[in-house]
């Protein structure tokens, strides 16, 4: 067993795999070793330098034959890249494993259905989704001036390693003020023109509590006032975006924001404006790469697909239910955890909700046909908690069969989508629900309501908020039931 200590970080992963590939060792030869450094010979990098002078003599394994290494292809290693940020004690092993089988022809490995390929696209998901909520919820206040720079301030604590992988996004989107981002693993600065990332010493990596105390930030940070409009700015596309409480670990005193986010308000204000329907660009052809394998074909029922791995860790596809000929179909994202284990759509918390919200638009459930765009529970574990997690585009155009299939049958007169994912299965992924809320879409021969989610609401403390969200969803059936009725 060859014993690789290794750096924390992706290049210096890529390098020893390149090497190890060189000579052949095969994932199983390997044990990955994470080092905060590696004493390294002059000019060799520490991992490089390790694995050179691992002979066979030391590990008892018989040198291979040196090889020319493959040329991995660029999309490739950007997956490799982004699942190197997740932080488990596999993490190096995984992928080495998943670039020595597709460099050895087993192009299967990156299938969803393939485990290796499930764990490495169930990693990116949750890096991606993690790296967003960073983005969205992330709140920066300023610093007194007389400190002097950085001018703003911000804090997060990632259960994954995305510091540098945030901080890009970060400095485009602050312009040329002057901000540092930090965590308890290290913090990057930003002064305008370059990002300059710091981590602490090996001694000095102690808890979040210890290496940033709780009060850092707000003994730091001044009150926000109206005046600091870069802030404001910023704050309210968060809030608009997710309108959740910030969770601690993005800001450990987050002020009152706006009381009315700005896309609310400006669906309100176009409630009604627009009688006709309004058409939607058609979806730009998919491309995928020679990487990408094939769906599967479904050579079943519903309760037997395996068309993407979602099937793995739910308890069974939750189809959809309902008249066989009703003028309304509702579609929503996915099933909940309720309707995971019940099998039943719209029967969890959402569902209740859902129920009064068609109560207030004078419709009952069982004149529509509910169902789901994608049919199995999608989810991940979060302090010992099982979470929703959105659907990847790949898993959502591997239910696409399915919905095809009921919109088929039902031909409903209106469809009514909650939620972007719903609204993107129909109409494509370059459609944004907030640029089409209180609007009709007419696209493919249908004619689509969208509304927001009932577990966006369930999701929002502020009970103005959540008033507004419910209303916004009723008039949205309200509309549906008269499209319906008039036959248009």
């Known amino acids: 067993m060859k014993r690789i200590p290794i750096e924390l970080s992706f290049a210096a992963w890529r390098r020893a795999s390149r090497a190890l590939l060189r000579q052949g060792v095969e994932p199983s030869q390997i044990e990955w070793v994470e080092s905060e450094g ?197 704050y309210a596309s968060a809030v608009n975006a997710q309108p959740s409480p910030v969770p601690l670990r993005y800001w450990r005193t987050p002020p009152a924001g706006p009381p009315l986010p700005a896309r609310l308000a400006r669906e309100r204000s176009r409630l009604g404006a627009q009688s006709a329907a309004v058409t939607v660009p058609r979806a730009p052809p998919v491309e995928y790469s020679a990487m990408a394998p094939p769906l599967l074909e479904p050579t079943g029922p519903l309760s037997t697909c395996r068309r993407c791995a979602l099937w793995r860790n739910a308890k069974q596809a939750v189809a959809g239910a309902g008249p066989a000929a009703a003028a309304i179909m509702v579609v929503g994202e996915q099933p909940g955890e309720y309707e995971n284990q019940h099998g039943e759509p719209f029967t969890g918390p959402a569902g209740q909700l859902l129920d009064a919200v068609l109560a207030r638009a004078g419709l009952e459930r069982k004149a529509l046909y509910l169902t789901y765009a994608v049919k199995h529970y999608k989810w991940e574990t979060l302090d010992r908690q099982r979470v929703h997690r959105t659907p990847a ?87 549906a039931a008269a499209l319906a009725g008039s036959g248009a």
């Open 393 to 479: 585009r790949r898993e959502v155009e591997a239910c696409q069969y399915w919905l095809e299939k009921e919109l088929t049958q039902v031909a409903p007169r209106v469809v009514v989508t909650l939620g972007a994912t719903a609204l993107k299965a129909l109409t494509g992924a370059h459609v944004n629900l907030s640029e089409y809320l209180g609007q009709t879409i007419a696209h493919e021969g249908r004619l689509i309501v969208p509304a927001w989610h009932p577990s966006y609401a369930l999701g929002t403390a502020d009970a103005r908020l959540r008033d507004d969200i419910l209303a916004s969803i009723a008039t949205a059936f309200s509309r």
């Open 38 to 234: 590696e004493t390294a010979a002059p000019g060799m990098p520490a991992t490089e330098s390790a694995f050179a002078t691992a002979g066979a003599s030391h590990t008892g394994i018989a040198a291979a034959p040196a090889l020319t290494a493959p040329a991995i292809p660029r999309e490739l290693l950007s997956w490799l890249k982004t699942a190197a940020c997740f932080r488990a004690s596999d993490r190096w092993a995984l992928l080495y494993r998943v670039l020595w089988r597709w460099t050895h022809g087993e192009r299967h490995v990156l299938d969803l259905n393939d485990p290796d390929g499930a764990r490495l696209d169930q990693r990116i998901q949750a890096i991606e989704h993690e790296t967003e909520d960073l983005l969205t919820l992330t709140l920066f206040r300023r610093r007194d001036p007389s400190m002097g720079p950085p001018e703003f301030v911000g804090w997060y604590e990632p259960h994954h390693d995305l510091l540098e992988r945030a901080a890009a996004r970060f400095a485009t989107r602050m312009g040329d003020s002057t901000w540092m981002l930090a965590t308890p693993y290290g913090a990057v600065f930003w002064n305008g023109m370059l990002l300059r990332t710091e981590w602490p010493a090996a001694e000095e990596h102690e808890p979040a509590e210890r290496a940033l105390p709780a009060n850092t930030m707000t003994g730091e940070a001044i009150t926000s006032t109206p005046t600091e409009a870069l802030w404001l700015a910023y």
